[in-house]
Structure formats: C-alpha cells, structure tokens
C-alpha cells in the first residue's frame, strides 16, 4: 500500500506517492488526471530496457495511448541539443496542450522533460515518475527543471510544478551500488539541514538501506519527500528557505563543472563532497563544532561515499583557483556575492551571505591537497 504526501501549492498542489508496486499502477493513477487519455513518455536507454515494458503495460490497461522517446543515458543529455531534439519529437508526434509529458527516469530525463513540458506549447502538464533515489527524494519534487550550459550546472530552466510524482520503491532494486550510494547523499541532506533526528536514523539504518531493506528505503524517501514538500510549500520560487535544500551544492556544482560532468564524479558523491566541504568551512570561521564533521565525515566513508576528491581523467588535476571561478556563476549570487548555506552543527544548516573569498580557498586548497 502507497503513502500519499501533498505538496500544498493551491490550484497547483499535487501529491506524491511512495510505496511498492507503484509503476503497475501507474496508468490507473494517472488517468484522471489527463484531459486526454493520451501521453508522450520520455526516459533513457537504460531504463527503456529495464521497466520501460511494465509503464506502457499499465499505460494500455488505463486505456491511455502512449508514444515516447528515448534518450543517451548521463548527465551530458542534459543540455540545449537534446532539450530541441526532444522538443522536435514531441511537435513531430503531434503533442497539443492536452496532451500530459511523463518523465520517467532519473534527475537528468526529470529536469530535462520538466523543462521542454513547461516552454512546449507555452506548457503542457507533466508527471515524474522517478527511478533512482536521488530523483525520488530530490530532484522530482519541487519543480525545479533545468539543463547544463557550458557556463555551469542548472543555469538555464524553469520553476514548473509536476502533477503528480510515482515514487515506485521497488524500481530502487536495479540501480548499480554507486548510483544508490549517489542519491543516499541527498537523504543525508534533509538529515544536516533541520532533522537531526532523522541523521541519527540514518546511522543506524543507512547501510540496511543501501543492502536492500524495503522498509528502511520506503521510510527515507517518505521523509525526505514531506520536507521537500514542507519547504516547496511555503518557499516554492527559492526566495529564501528553500535555499537551504542547496546545502553543499554549491561547492557540488563547481565540481562536476570542472570535472567536465563525466563518469569521474556522480551528482550525488560531488554533494557528499560538497556537504562535508560546508561544514568544514562552517568548523574554520567557528560556528560549528569540529566534532559534527567528523562526524558526517565518518558516516559517508561508512557507506561507501567519498570523503575525498577522486582522480580526474586524462591527466587534468584539481585546481583551487579553478574550483573557486566557477562559484561565481552559482545561481545563488545577489550583488556579486555568492550564498552559501552553513551550518551551525547537524540539522542546523542556515543561511550566509558574509563569507570571505580567501576562507573558501583555503578550504578548496585543503581539499585538492589531500591525498
């Protein structure tokens, strides 16, 4: 049986449902929704060969007719040429604004079809129906879509909410150890933020997650969706509390962007960096204690996260100074100052604006220095 959560956004609310069995059910569910029985199914190589069948199975038991395309599978499908060659399918399928776009697969297909539903036809409705575990406690709810520029991650895009989020536990079973230990950074996330509680959880049930346990998922993704929710609700447009959901993202962001968005650095192991390289940045002008780094750092080397940064291909090194020009691009810069979410110890993350250029250096200096 599915748990329903409610993102509460007026006209706009929408809910999310987590459980098992969700993607066989998925054509029931989505159904009422539509304003014609008719859907253009967007997802990757890899999950076209893996659950692709199931969804048009349930798709033609609703009655729903259902067309799609198929994707490259990586974070470089995530920019301007796939964004038109998707949005060519579409038109050449002959998507009206009745027509509803399902993102079915991971952050990448879920910011990119959220971004070609909200500028097709001046918007058509879009449902995500996540398949990692980064997309199911993150990136799907919320409404933020978006695609990479050579400039930085995320730069261009749009806040469109989805209308309804399919949030299938058992599809979590085929992910590859690293893409599952990739999206557990962003649960530890709500943990760090405002949900020490949750953090302890997690040190306790983490690996149990990561092995498999049904139970210990479905509850990590539930948790993580109703404070995704709480925050969208009342912050949908990242006006002020919602920023706080970027903890380390900012220094993530730098680092996938200088390591070229390859295979070298997932998502998720650049926000574990990042989330550690935050708190060690909070530990250096003293708002945190030095003993809830350690901490976190010993909780994400437990599981298998990198608590260093790894070596990149072709013979290019970690440069500090590089790290640091790309911080510049952030989104979250207000009159040339970049803003960076802190934290004051576990599930106290805040907000600040006033930090020196020279203590973020030293903290990138560190870090490429480690062996």
């Known amino acids: ?65 259902n067309h799609g395309v198929v994707l490259p599978p990586g974070e470089q499908t995530k920019d301007f040429a796939h964004l038109e060659s998707l949005l060519d399918a579409m038109l050449d399928a002959r998507c009206e604004r009745g027509t509803t776009i399902v993102a079915f697969g991971g952050g990448v297909i879920g910011d990119l079809t959220g971004f070609a539903a909200s500028v097709l036809l001046r918007g058509v409705p879009f449902i995500q129906i996540p ?11 919320g409404g933020k879509t978006g695609i990479n520029t050579r400039q930085g991650k995320n730069l261009v895009g749009s806040f469109y909410q989805p209308r309804l989020v399919l949030a299938d536990i058992d599809v979590l079973s085929t992910l590859a150890p690293r893409d599952l230990r990739s ?33 210990a998922r479905t509850h990590a993704v539930l948790t993580s969706c109703a404070a995704k929710a709480r925050v969208v609700a009342a912050d949908e447009k990242e006006s002020g509390q919602r920023a706080l959901l970027n903890l380390g993202h900012t220094f993530a962001h730098a680092l996938e962007a200088e390591g070229g968005y390859g295979e070298a650095l997932q998502h998720g192991e650049a926000v574990a960096i990042g989330m550690l390289m935050a708190f060690d940045l909070s530990v250096r002008m003293g708002l945190c204690p030095a003993a809830d780094l350690a901490r976190l750092e010993a909780h994400l080397k437990a599981l298998a996260l990198p608590v260093a940064l790894p070596p990149l291909p072709e013979g290019k090194a970690w440069s500090a100074p590089a790290l640091l020009s790309h911080f510049a691009k952030d989104k979250k810069v207000k009159d040339g100052k970049v803003t960076f979410v802190l934290a004051r110890g576990i599930g106290q993350a805040f907000l600040c604006r006033e930090v020196e250029r020279a203590q973020v250096l030293a903290v990138l200096e560190d870090w490429v220095a480690r062996p």
């Open 131 to 141: 398949t990692t575990l980064l997309s199911q406690v993150d990136s799907s709810v």
């Open 1 to 65: 049986m599915a748990s329903v959560l409610s993102v509460a956004l007026g006209e706009r609310s929408y809910e999310i449902h987590v459980g098992a069995g969700l993607l066989a059910r998925a054509g029931a569910l989505i159904r009422p929704l539509l304003a014609s029985p008719r859907v253009f199914v967007v997802t990757d190589e890899t999950i076209e060969g893996l659950h692709l069948d199931t969804l048009k199975e349930s798709l033609d038991r609703a009655g729903i007719e």
């Open 183 to 215: 999206g557990y950074a962003e649960v530890v996330k709500y943990g760090l933020i405002d949900d020490p509680a949750f953090f302890a959880w997690l040190e306790q049930h983490g690996l149990a997650l990561l092995l498999g346990n049904a139970e």
